[in-house]
């Protein structure tokens, strides 16, 4: 039956999924924002603007998703999983803490004064203002990321009667996997919010939009994911290195590799079957995967037999991260086409754009499939090696946890429909107003 | 490393800071929704406007102060959040709404609006009575009976009618003419109800606590504690006799009577309650000192604390300076 251990995980994966999604636009798209008001503060020309405010709409509501899912993902800290406070809080805590102090607030009190703020501050403090709030993105994914990152790679602790306690919080920070998560992470950011703008601008075209915004929020869009898209490839691969090094039977799963063996192959597709420890309808490139792995065409790698009961479920990983690669390969050469069409013909043809529309959140599946290759290849631990998840779990009774999950599963496949039809609803809105409805506002300018 | 007491009392402190600048700042976002009109659209989008630039950053508070439990007091924070959980997913799903639907109802200006303006506003009352009913749970440790969950019930009902209180006293504020009439009304209203609910509180404490009952009993200790129902009562007295010969304040100087004195009762009925409880962080079962985490760990967040809270306090006091005066439309810039 359903047991408060499983519920808690099924209702923590959904809050932690649902929460992604947002920062994921947020973090880049608070940049490409800085980006919008410096050229208008650079040339003065309207269209930097009226960019700007188009998509200022947009983070202030993705924000806002971020803001209220990530409360709930602070609660969940203590409501189901009280042995991870109690266990590892000495090393959590502060760093989790930190982001409260560094980030939050910073984050929280700037966007009101970049939303709200233009007519009542000067154009030098609100441009300040923006870029708070970018920094203060950043700052959240860097707190957040050194944490995750220490949970897959732990050092600088001792441990004391179970209990976790700081011995070099420099180590513990910059931990081994910290910089290549980081980077994945702020790459991914950047790719999905290039896809999302490059998407809604594609649909206002479409729609017939003749004004020059969408035009120019289309380019940058693209040639910043022309740009990240292959070197998120590039980073990627050095992440997948790390991984190896410090987590072989994750990178086994992600491989799917039984045994051990020299000159692995590399699977295009295959389907694992755990049950008989063995892959069906291999479809394979030899020595490939040793190759990418350990730079020799028979160097060996570890199979996840070697990690019985110790090593996370196959399946989900080792589809999770075909469709991460495969979507991230199809993305590279979508962006890289997109943009040289774009540089030939200064238009793109119908057929392009509609693509475009259908990639628009695309970096949300590669985004959320890479999480669960990360996160779900750390199973069956929540700290590698050290705690398993099981031994976390808190006592509330387990209908309490089932409420609270159908609760927040009706309400996240709401707001979620909710989100993606107000961009489109707002991208239509767009399309009708006129241009000369989105002059400037001078300072001290009242609105009726 | 510094010594444990210290830290205690340090991360307590700050912690109670949080609680408190918590309950006043969302406290008049929070009964802002409580409040907001459904028949009247313009009225509603004022009303609206008034808490835009703040609520974000006012919730924050309550990450810090949750975030504080569980860095500080870490045994502490899982016994409340087990104890609470169900009320805690209530007031989390009321948060969710509130939180979105105040920028749904922005940017969706058609069919829907009227389902955001619903949403915000039972998302406000739910996120308020939740919390009125975690702290009746609080004041009765956690106690799994009738009494207990009556007294929560009651205690939530309290707490809707004080965020109603100062949200009202924050619009008289931040408005004028036909709203701030409104509000000068609700803010009389609420300003009864929330002093019935002081009293009773008052009373029941001591009641069912032997331990706050010890300290009110005590002569020394009552020396300090006594005056303060006392004061919350003459300030009702003044409030109400304030409201009673309200003219129109354009003034925002003029205006801003009603939510000082709104506030002063949020920090006085605050530190009966600190006063009442101290040292314990879970009523009769763990002190600040008991549940405290690992010093050295709490001393690296020292560094940080000292540093960062001032600046928050600094950005926060600029943002509210940058919309000081009455709310205009609703803009998005």
Redesign the interface.
Known sequence: MLDTLLLSRIQFATNISFHILFPTISIALAWFLVFFKVRYVQTKQPVWLRAY?FW??IF??T???G??????M??Q???NW?GF??RI???A??L???E???A???E??????M???????SPAVHTFSTVVVAIGTTISAFWILSLNSWMQTPVGYEIIDG?F??KD?FAIIFNPSFGYRLSHMLLASGITASFLIAGISAYRLLKNDHKHAPKLTLKVALTVAMVLTPLQAFVGDLHGLNTFEHQPQKVAAMEGVWETEKGAPLLLFAVPDEANRKNHFELAIPNLASLILTHELDGEIKGLNEFKNAHPPVKPVFYGFRVMVGLGLFMIFVAALARVTLWKHKVLPVWQLKLLVVMTFSGWIATLAGWYVTEIGRQPYMVQGLVRIDELV???PSE?VL??LI??IS?YAI?LA?YIK?LF??ADKAVEVEEYELNP?MRGE??? | MLSSEFLAVFYGALMALAIIVYAVLDGYDLGVGILLPFKNKQQADTMISSIGPFWDANETWLVLAVGLALIAFPLAHSVILQALYLPVALMLLGLILRGVAFDFRAKAKTKYQDTWDFSFKIGSILTAFSQGFMLGLYVMSFEKSVESYGFAILSGFGVVAAYALIGSAWLIMKTTGQLQRKAVNWCKKTNIIAACGVIAVSAVNPLINDFVAAKWFDLNESLILLPIPVLCMILFVIQNTLLSSFDDAEDILKSWRPFAIATSIFLLCFSGLLHSFYPYVVPNQLTIYESLADPSALTFMLYGVIVVVPAIIGYTLFSYRVFWGKTQALSYY
């Open positions: 405010r200022v709409k202030a509501l924000f806002a998703l803001v209220v899912s990530g409360i709930t602070s609660f800290f203590g409501t009280p406070m109690e809080g000495n090393i805590g502060p989790l803490g930190y409260v102090l560094t939050f607030f910073m929280a009190t700037f966007l009101g004064i939303l709200f703020g233009m007519k009542r501050v209990v306690y700081p919080w808190t006592q509330v309490h409420y609270t609760g927040y309400v707001l909710a107000t609803y707002t506002p009242q609105y009726a």
